[in-house]
T-cell receptor, first 116, second 114 residues
């Protein structure tokens, strides 16, 4: 079965603090993709990053960084020097190949509140 | 280029009614997927269509149906609405079905069932 677990329901930080959002996934597939999405109050899902199962190289993009560890089935997301605009719900997702298509399996999401 | 568009933005229905939600994919994209996001949860996969054929179905009752038109736009239909159908319905489009094809999400339709 495919499953994505985001154990942190809600995190509150003060502006400029660093924050890490955890994501643990389960899959028996050898080929899969992992994603992080941001969902602001407007509701639209904003794509942040995609990682395939063969690429464990960590990535940094501005204040965002991602740590993919296949050995622990984790794909954690860190925001450095958080800002109020980072307040949103963040989803980790796994895309697997189905017989005739593909689908995203989402975690329950982590609400991030950044206070000024 | 326009992104994925969905209509209507908001919708209020009563139990037992029928609803149709619409989605227009990004130009050139041939696959459309539908997701349901209940408040406080992550999106759940409902359907995927490609070239007007259903290519995947999530664990939803037969009250949920969809179709894709020759111009690749799509409709999601829900019959005999229940209170539990209240959710944000998200549409995503992609070029094709490969697992590496990026999915782009629309703004969603917020359905409230009273």
């Amino acid at each position: 079965a495919q499953k994505v677990t985001q154990a942190q329901t809600e995190i509150s930080v003060v502006e400029k603090e660093d924050v890490t959002l955890d994501c643990v996934y389960e899959t028996r597939d050898t080929t899969y993709y992992l994603f992080w999405y941001k969902q602001p109050p407007s509701g639209e899902l904003v794509f942040l990053i995609r990682r395939n199962s063969f690429d464990e190289q960590n990535e940094i993009s501005g204040r965002y960084s991602w740590n993919f560890q296949k050995s622990t089935s984790s794909f954690n997301f860190t925001i450095t020097a958080s800002q109020v605009v980072d307040s949103a719900v963040y989803f980790c997702a796994l895309r697997r190949q189905m017989e005739y298509g593909n689908k995203l399996v989402f975690g329950a999401g982590t609400i991030l509140r950044v206070k000024s | 280029d326009a992104g994925v568009t969905q209509s209507p933005t908001h919708l209020i229905k009563t139990r037992g009614q029928h609803v149709t939600l619409r989605c227009s994919p990004i130009s050139g994209h041939k696959s459309v997927s539908w997701y349901q996001q209940v408040l406080g949860q992550g999106p759940q996969f409902i359907f995927q269509y490609y070239e007007k054929e259903e290519r995947g179905r999530g664990n939803f009752p037969d009250r949920f149906s969809a179709r894709q038109f020759p111009n690749y736009s799509s409709e999601l239909n829900v019959n005999a609405l229940l209170l539990g159908d209240s959710a944000l319905y998200l549409c995503a489009s992609s070029l094709g079905l490969a697992v590496y094809n990026e999915q782009f999400f629309g703004p969603g339709t917020r359905l409230t069932v009273l």
